[in-house]
């Protein structure tokens, strides 16, 4: 079902950010209504906010309309999370007393949802002790703190007190939203991206592996509650909000990084793709060009296949990338590494494998093999982690 969430507008300059942080979880189907104080309105308009959000804009002249329906109580208590953004020192000081002289700390008092607070304000404003003992209050009585940030505040200074920024705002509310979810009390292990194997300071061999589906695995997770560890080679995306990240560089050290939490782990996806080879020799000095070179090449550790050996309760989830008969290639690897998910994707299709934003996959399991229609790697995710949960409930 779509999630709602309230977002309470207090007045300081980060506000103009709001718009920003509307369109975040717009895109994401996420129902957004705004409720902004009157000192709100002189940074962001409730017009801005209504058309991004296609909602009624909530302030304080709707108290008046409140003889026929607690427009507070609603807000408060029929959403699935209330967000304070930004957070003045003075909002968070109303919220701790429970006084309640507007719209905005009249749904704070009344609040029976999950709330967070994504702070804004100058720094010694921030580094107060009234303003520290009321984060800890809050905090004690439950709410998420997102930030604030270091960086430039509209003071003119550096410091501490920067709100942060609409997407990570968005990505805290949505593990927020999702710390009951179905995967809460699971410990998910993901690895990803390619690994590099050193041929000199300079050179290294390496695949085309972008990384996207297993961030997009590790995000999913996350936000349907679970304990994420991500083993990762090197990457130029985000890593996700709310993931531990083990950043390794070789395939010996992607299987070294696994190894060290493996034990702990209830399910791993292997999206990875380790450099099968590397040099039987790394060059310490940088090699300057001739006209032949040959470079002679062992191979790297089996990762999943070591996995598969070790293998006590986890429940093992391989991805195989084939260009030819695949899905003969995919079940021998699935025999071979002793796995209990396969999801294969044929790269030569357009539309699924390397650097793309979308894959088709076929999922193989002890009962058989179902092919997905063409999906972004989001929902492939998503539908990932939510088949490997039953499918391990299964066992
Ligand atoms: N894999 C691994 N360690 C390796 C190679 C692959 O853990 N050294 C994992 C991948 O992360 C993937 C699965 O094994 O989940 C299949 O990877 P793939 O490269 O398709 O298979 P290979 O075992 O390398 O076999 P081949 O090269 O014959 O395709």
């Known amino acids: 079902m779509k999630k709602r969430i309230v977002l309470c507008i207090s007045g300081g300059i980060a506000a103009f950010k709001c718009a920003q942080l509307v369109r975040c979880f717009v895109k994401e189907d996420i129902d957004v209504t705004c409720v902004m104080t009157e000192s709100a309105k002189q940074f962001v308009t409730p017009m801005t906010l209504g058309i991004l959000s296609k909602n009624p804009v909530y302030d304080d002249a709707a108290l008046k309309d409140e003889i026929t329906r607690p427009l507070h109580i609603v807000l408060a208590q029929q959403y699935d999370a209330i967000v304070v953004a930004p957070a003045t020192g003075n909002i968070m000081a109303k919220a701790v007393c429970g006084i309640a002289d507007d719209l905005v700390s009249s749904v704070l008092l009344a609040a029976s949802v999950p709330v967070a607070f994504a702070p804004a304000m100058n720094e010694v404003m921030w580094k107060n002790p009234a303003t520290q003992e009321n984060v800890a209050k809050l905090i004690a009585r439950g709410a998420t703190m997102i930030g604030p940030a270091d960086g430039d505040l509209a003071c003119g200074v550096m410091g501490t007190g920067r709100m942060c920024e609409p997407e990570e705002i968005f990505e805290r ?44 695995i590790a995000r999913a997770a996350a936000r349907m509650g679970a304990d994420v560890t991500l083993v990762t080679g090197p990457c130029a995306i985000d890593v996700p909000y709310g993931v531990k990240v083990l950043p390794v560089e070789s395939t010996t050290q992607m299987l070294d990084a696994v190894l060290s939490v493996y034990e702990d782990i209830d399910i791993v996806f292997k999206a990875a793709a380790p450099a099968d080879y590397t040099p039987v020799e790394t060059y310490d000095q940088k090699l300057h060009k001739k006209d032949d070179l040959s470079l002679e090449l062992t ?34 690897k699935m025999e071979r590494k002793n796995l209990d998910m396969m999801v294969l994707n044929d790269v030569t299709r357009p539309g ?6 979308t894959n088709i996959v076929t999922v193989i399991t002890s ?4 092919e997905w ?23």
């Open 352 to 357: 699924a494998g390397f650097d793309v934003a």
């Open 373 to 395: 229609p063409m999906m972004s790697k989001e929902e492939v995710a998503e539908k990932l982690v939510t088949q490997a949960l039953d499918e391990a409930q299964k066992r």
């Open 299 to 332: 191979s790297t550790p089996d990762v999943l296949g070591t996995m598969g050996a070790k293998k006590t309760h986890q429940f093992l989830v391989g991805f195989a990338a084939e260009t030819y008969d695949c899905m003969e290639h995919a079940l021998g």
């Open 173 to 216: 509310t949505m593990l927020m939203l999702g710390k009951d979810g179905p995967a809460k009390g699971k410990k998910i292990l993901v690895s990803a991206g390619p690994t590099r194997e050193a041929i000199d300071p300079v050179r290294f061999i390496s695949n085309r592996s972008s990384g996207k589906m297993g961030y997009a």
């Open 367 to 370: 009962e058989g093999a179902c």
